[in-house]
């Protein structure tokens, strides 16, 4: 080990010891979950109120899941015998790794865990004793005990308890690595009823992957199993049950013997028993997984630069193919216990493999990405299984383990609307992102050809691709064809979506059209024949010209342009709603309250009483097409007083607005905290706002609004879509410069809910 690599070691030691001392102590505390800041909230909590509940459940034992935490409970228990890969260091010294589970369970399921530490080596007492706090869980995960112990413990617990319980190291392990071995073997071209494997350990983990990956076709015969003796064949003695499965009827002894030739390699025994040597021993394009922890069976690096062809995944997450129980337990529990299943069985293990292997294969959302702080991540050699970041991991594993618990018929609650419990898992996860996520399911509905400017962008390539596969839109790519296939090819990205190049000998007739469309346009404002014909080769005019055509449903530009730029062609081409004389934008602020707009962001800079007038009525019609009922607060800095010159604006475009607008919820000047406070409104109970807070501001002026969004945006306490241009007879909308591929993706779903109601008031 090189200096530096012994220093960095030594640092990463000290700060693992130093995160965990650090007050409070360990990863784990407790939360109170009710009120209890009042002598009647005590009285309900604990005596006499507590006493209601419990002898209702004294009544009906199945209310336990209605009164108390326990459906959401779950108990991690060892015994420390095999704790990670460091062997059998005992009870108290598990307890870190019992509560780092526990802290999993939480941020991934948002499931409670109790860590418990049992001091038992026995196994029938270790029996009895969790059959007796069994009654405190919703559910057991058993974890770090060793084998042959763990087979027979798992074994008789689940027939005595009826609550989902696991053994994680066997069958988290099993599910997880299935689902990477499948991926993985279709990466290298190869059949699981054809490939040789070679399994280092022979214990709780490295058995249950075995028995799931020849449920999934794997040949036993096929299978070459070793353990701290060696291969596992015919002449050893004195096996256990689980071993004798195994036994070959072959000379080889040695794993060094068993790795010639072999396809696949699973290690779940011990750090840095592979040798670089073992490794060139096996077949092309072989895989490898060495999960042992922390220290995988061969380091990463070293299996590298070994050899090319290796498929590798570890446990470790600092590299790339995490293959970790981590991916498994948190949604497996969270499914089996919503819909209180009565335990764990194989269709529900099997259910998980296929949503975990089919997921890897789904283009990864940009969150994900950020994450890892990587530039892409497409199936793929350094990407065969979900990374633990990835939000989907929630609503995919679970709805398919509860379903596969319905459909088996161990659950004892049903799920009818799976769209919506899929819904539910996320508000649970906290992230808000209903909104989004509704627009998404509408655009889904009746997706629309959305036409992307400054393709050649990475993040504009990758919005291309999710709106395709997510299936929210029908994108094309604008731009310099040649670059944008060359920049696909960079980052990795097919996609077969149509690439419109407006210098391209293709469009041909296109231009054609497009120039006489815009002469016709501008012929009486300066504009001659020759500069229309060159500037139809220019995309900032070749875009809008084919919306304006009706070539395309949607239009999403500007992402490397300045913005006024990008509009000016827009604005030329597109005809203007009627009654709208000057068009403004709009900013969707999604933070974990309710959605609020703020206008005009991005166009008028020092708006008069009137345009602010006409502002605030195309955002009222804005704000309702997305089926929110605006509450429109004219902001100031002064509250009802009209005393400075932009005060005295604002108050007059109110009384405009209240006169021929009179049943538009409106009011102000107002100050923003004061509109968003309903103690605050009630001290105007004149306001037409009542004392309901505003979800819609505009502001006095161009500078404050822009400025305030992009505070917003600055600090990412809350996603911000737009700017959304209003007043267009159809759907553009220019991009800030360097928009995140969420704000892109998301933009264009705005697009295409717009044309969708354009359509149907069109068919009306
Ligand atoms: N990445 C992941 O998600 C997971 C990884 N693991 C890892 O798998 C390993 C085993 O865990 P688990 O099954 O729970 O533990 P067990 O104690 O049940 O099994 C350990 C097995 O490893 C074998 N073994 C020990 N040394 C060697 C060696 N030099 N060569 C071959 N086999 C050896 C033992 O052999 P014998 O039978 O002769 O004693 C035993 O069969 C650990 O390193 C653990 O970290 C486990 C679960 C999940
Ligand atoms: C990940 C895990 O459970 C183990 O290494 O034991
Ligand atoms: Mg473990």
């Known amino acids: 080990m090189s200096n530096k690599t012994q220093r960095d070691e030594k640092n990463f030691n000290q700060a693992a010891l130093d995160y965990h001392k650090s007050e409070p102590k360990g990863k784990i505390e407790v939360i109170p979950s009710k009120p209890h800041s009042s002598q009647r909230d005590l009285s309900l909590a604990y005596s006499p109120g507590v006493a209601i509940p419990c002898l209702e459940i004294e009544k009906n034992p199945e209310t336990v899941y209605d009164y108390t935490g326990k459906g959401n409970l779950v108990a991690v228990i060892s015994n420390g015998t095999a704790v990670l890969g460091l062997g059998d260091i005992g009870a108290e010294a598990s307890k870190p790794v019992m509560e780092g589970k526990g802290l999993l369970f939480k941020i991934f399921a948002d499931i409670n865990v109790f860590d418990i530490e049992i001091d038992e080596k026995d196994p029938d007492k270790f029996i009895e004793i969790v059959k007796g706090i069994a009654p405190t869980f919703g559910g057991i995960n058993l974890e770090d005990i060793k084998a042959p112990e763990a087979f027979y413990i798992e074994q008789k617990l689940k027939e005595e308890l009826d609550i989902p319980l696991m053994h994680d190291d066997q069958h988290g392990t099993a599910i997880i690595s299935a689902a990477a071995l499948i991926n993985s073997l279709q990466i290298a071209g190869k059949n699981i009823e054809d490939v040789r494997m070679v399994v280092n350990g022979a214990g709780a983990a490295a058995v249950a992957c075995t028995n799931l990956y020849i449920s999934l076709g794997l040949k036993r015969e096929n299978v070459l199993m070793c353990d701290s003796k060696g291969v596992i064949n015919h002449k050893r003695e004195n096996l256990t049950p689980e071993k004798i499965d195994f036994v070959a009827h072959t000379d080889l002894e040695t794993l060094e013997d068993a790795l010639k030739g072999s396809d696949v390699f699973i290690g779940l025994s011990k750090g840095n028993v592979m040798t670089p040597e073992m490794l060139s021993s096996m077949a092309e394009n072989p895989i490898v997984f060495a999960l042992a922890n922390p220290d995988p069976e061969i380091a990463y690096d070293l299996a590298m630069a070994t050899r090319k062809d290796v498929i590798m995944a570890t446990g470790r997450s600092d590299y790339p193919n995490q293959v970790n129980n981590v991916l498994g337990f948190p949604y497996i529990f969270r499914g089996a216990l919503d819909v209180q299943a009565k335990g764990i069985n194989e269709e529900m293990k099997l259910a998980a493999v296929h949503a975990i292997a089919n997921l890897a294969k789904e283009p990864v959302p940009e969150a994900v990405i950020l994450a890892y702080n990587v530039q892409n991540l497409q199936f793929g050699r350094e990407y065969f299984i979900p990374k633990p970041f990835d939000n989907r991991l929630i609503t995919k594993v679970s ?3 509860a379903k596969a618990a319905i459909d088996s018929g161990i659950a004892r609650k049903t799920i009818t609307d799976f769209d919506e419990y899929e819904t539910q898992l996320l508000d649970r996860m906290g992230r808000d992102e209903k909104l989004v996520r509704m627009m998404q399911n509408r655009a889904k509905a009746n997706p629309k050809r959305i036409t992307l400017g400054n393709a050649e962008e990475y993040n504009v390539l990758k919005a291309a691709q999710i709106l395709y596969e997510e299936g929210i839109a029908y994108p094309s790519l604008l731009g310099d064809k040649k670059y944008i296939k060359e920049q696909m090819e960079r980052f990795g990205i097919t996609l077969d979506i149509p690439i419109i190049d407006p210098s391209d000998d293709d469009q041909k007739e296109n231009r054609k059209k497009y120039r006489e ?25 070749f875009g809008p010209l084919m919306l304006k055509h009706g070539d395309t449903d949607g239009l999403i530009v500007g992402f490397s342009k300045n913005y006024t730029s990008v509009l000016r062609p827009v604005l030329e081409v597109i005809e203007r709603e009627k009654g709208v004389d000057k068009v403004a934008a709009m900013m969707m602020i999604l933070s974990e309250k309710k959605p609020i707009f703020f206008a005009d962001t991005s166009i008028n800079q020092n708006p008069t009483a009137e345009d602010l007038v006409n502002i605030a009525k195309m955002a009222e019609h804005t704000v309702k097409s997305f089926a929110i009922e605006p509450r429109i607060a004219m902001l100031g800095f002064e509250n009802f007083a009209a005393i400075s010159e932009t005060s005295k604006k604002v108050a007059k475009a109110v009384s405009i607005l209240h006169e021929k607008f009179p049943k538009m919820i409106v009011d102000g000047e107002i100050q923003p905290d004061f509109a968003m406070n309903a103690d605050h409104l ?20 161009l500078e404050s609004a822009n400025l305030s969004y992009k505070i917003i945006r600055g600090m990412k306490v809350a996603q911000v879509i737009g700017p959304i241009l209003m007043g267009l007879k159809q759907p553009v909308h220019v991009l800030q410069m360097r928009s995140s591929v ?6 264009a779903t705005v697009a295409v ?8 008031k069109n068919s009306k």
């Open 742 to 747: 969420d704000e892109i993706v998301n933009l």
């Open 682 to 701: 009630s001290d105007y109970p004149f306001s037409k706002l009542g004392t309901t807070p505003a979800n819609t501001f505009i502001f006095p002026n």
């Open 753 to 760: 809910l717009d044309a969708q109601r354009r359509e149907s």
């Open 517 to 541: 469309t815009l002469w016709k346009l501008r012929q009486r404002k300066g504009m001659n024949e020759y500069k229309a014909k060159r500037y139809v080769r220019q995309r900032d005019y």
């Open 399 to 401: 709805s398919a383990v």
